[in-house]
């Protein structure tokens, strides 16, 4: 008898964000999924859920920990950021805490010995460094620091990801209901490219399923350029509002 061959064990390190979420949920058909957390358990394994997905309780910044969760994976696929005040009880700046994420995701890669690495970065292609947003650094940093690991290494480049339970777009649709008139700061100026959240599983899809012809950076977003700003005002005459706005020359 012939045994089904095995498949590929992908770590997901920000799997209960919104992307992680769907994502998971997406991957779990075709690929051994290994969700990471930082939820305490009393056992190194936590059961698998509904969905197919075993969790493992990892603290992202403890290496040996990571290098732990790392044991036997194939792929990681990197999705965390720092900017959400529930990620750390700290004083520091989000862009430190990002910085030293993925030192340590990285180390532990390397000791590991994962083959692949995939990264959710920001769109920022062509833009100089004094024109980007502080997330838009920071992504761009944490990007050049998981590249230097001894994994082949994908960056996937996108803007604001649309759908249901995404925390960026709400939050720009609950200003736009609350507020007629917006200061925008000049961050707000980048040009982005916005992508749907099916979008961005179809691209993770095709990186694993053809893992040797997508080794680089890659830019994800429909075909039209537009500010943050211009988005502003595109979705609230979408949902029937008129609203103002003033730029303003602070980051």
């Given at each position: ?8 064990r992908v ?175 000049r961050w ?27 080794i680089g ?35």
């Amino acid at each position: 008898m012939q045994t089904a061959p095995r498949k590929l064990r992908v770590a997901i390190a920000g799997a209960s964000g919104f992307v992680g979420r769907a994502l998971r949920r997406e991957l779990c058909r075709d690929f051994d999924v290994l969700a990471l957390t930082r939820r305490p358990s009393t056992s190194d394994r936590v059961d698998r859920d509904s969905d197919g997905v075993e969790w493992f309780s990892c603290d992202l910044f403890d290496e040996e920990s990571v290098v732990k969760a790392f044991d036997g994976v194939d792929v990681v696929i990197y999705l965390v950021h720092s900017m959400s005040p529930q990620s750390r009880l700290t004083q520091a700046k989000f862009q430190d805490l990002d910085l030293l994420l993925a030192h340590n995701v990285r180390r532990a890669a390397d000791r590991a010995g994962v083959e692949r690495m995939i990264f959710l970065g920001g769109l920022d292609a062509g833009l100089e460094e004094e024109k980007l947003s502080k997330h838009l650094a920071s992504r761009r940093e944490v990007g050049r620091v998981l590249r230097d690991g001894r994994s082949r290494f994908t960056e996937l480049r996108a803007g604001l990801v649309i759908g249901r339970g995404g925390s960026s777009f709400r939050m720009m649709m609950r200003l736009i209901r609350r507020l007629p008139l917006m200061v925008l700061p000049r961050w707000t100026s980048t040009p982005t490219q916005p992508i749907a959240i099916e979008d961005i599983k179809r691209a993770i899809k095709i990186v694993l399923d053809d893992a040797d012809r997508w080794i680089g950076s890659f830019d994800l977003g429909i075909d039209e350029r537009m500010t943050y700003g211009t988005m502003i005002h595109r979705a609230a005459r979408c949902v029937g509002l008129r609203r103002f706005s003033i730029p303003v020359p602070i980051s």
